[in-house]
């Protein structure tokens, strides 16, 4: 009888921006268990996500509140044989990984005493950097710049535009529908083809932008996409427009070029890797709140006039049929 194999469990039971800036710590922990099962913990929403990294074999559902620490009651058939908080730097996280009494616990709080040089969180740090620094601290190789997801199988609804996504998880990070929808204006008027879309719960927000923009009914992705399908439109997309949220991550997962508006939260802690690729438009300050309830003044400080300059420049790099309108459409 064969005996089953041995697990690591990964908590990281946030967002999907949050999941593909762990990228490259979950591949880094795939490598140094090549012969272990690894589990992540994560929302079932993301299970399909998570599937697509190629460092998960299975997930755990798991989620709290307000990004809250969640209790992994779900967990089954004895300790993990490493355990790995991937979620925060607080003893919430690491103390609900521990409830399962694992053979080894990875861990920024109360870390292992043995490490010569054990991690340290610093808050000036960028979240992909982060994790890879934090397992570096155990012995584990992981590259800040493995990033990349394949192109997906499935069809995009809408290969080639130039994808305008309005939404985020907080009002803090939603640049106004009213700019959103001037600034998708301005790139049909340029004669590129533009869809929006929104995550689930957003379609009010959608329709806002695209009724202020007149965009046909195809154009109009509402209803919160599959992560397939949001995978293929983003990785055959011209170009993608956003907040700092999940989307932008995505289209830095498949290299497609994309323009970031940034707000309570620098991109130097959150943004893109500086290439020619990606543009984040930021206007330097305090931190914010990017939970909050209003939209941060640094964001709201970002024009539409330059949001479409930096559009019009990287849809430019890629030649002039880049996103074009077909006649019969136009």
Do not use: K
Request: proline share 12%; net charge positive.
């Amino acid at each position: 009888m064969t005996s089953a194999p041995p697990r690591v469990l990964v908590l990281r039971a946030l967002g999907l921006g949050d999941l593909l800036a762990g990228v490259p710590a979950l591949r880094g922990v795939r490598r140094a268990f090549p012969r272990h099962r690894v589990v992540l913990a994560l929302p079932a929403a993301l299970a399909q996500a998570a599937s697509a990294t190629g460092a998960v074999d299975a997930v755990l559902p798991a989620e709290a509140p307000h990004r809250g620490v969640p209790v992994l009651e779900g967990w089954r058939g004895g300790p993990p044989d490493v355990a790995v908080d991937l979620h925060g730097n607080g003893p919430e996280s690491r103390d609900a990984l521990a409830v399962l009494s694992p053979r080894r616990l990875l861990a920024y709080a109360h870390p292992d005493p043995s490490l010569a040089r054990p991690p340290v969180w610093r808050p000036d740090q960028h979240e992909r950097e982060r994790w890879c620094d934090f397992l570096a601290a155990y012995g584990i190789a992981a590259d800040p710049d493995d990033v990349r997801l394949p192109v997906p199988a499935t069809a995009s609804p809408a290969p080639g535009a130039v994808v305008v996504h309005p939404g985020a998880q907080a009002a803090s990070r939603r640049w106004p529908a009213a700019r959103f929808a001037r600034l998708a204006h301005t790139l049909r008027e340029a004669g590129h083809r533009v869809v929006v879309t929104g995550g689930p719960g957003e379609d009010a927000l959608v329709l806002e932008v695209a009724h202020g923009v007149r965009l046909p009914a195809e154009d109009v992705l509402r209803g919160g996409l599959a992560f397939p399908e949001l995978s293929a439109l983003v990785a055959r997309a011209a170009l993608v427009v956003s907040g700092d949220t999940g989307l932008a991550h995505l289209a830095v997962a498949h290299a497609t070029p994309s323009v970031t508006l940034f707000g309570p939260v620098s991109p130097r802690l959150w943004g893109p890797p500086r290439t020619g690729r990606h543009l984040a438009l930021w206007r330097a300050g305090p931190p914010g709140d990017p939970h909050g309830d209003h939209p941060d003044p640094r964001l709201l400080r970002i024009g539409v006039e330059e949001t479409a300059a930096a559009c019009l420049a990287l849809l430019a790099r890629r030649g002039p049929e880049a996103s074009r309108v077909p006649a019969s459409r136009a």
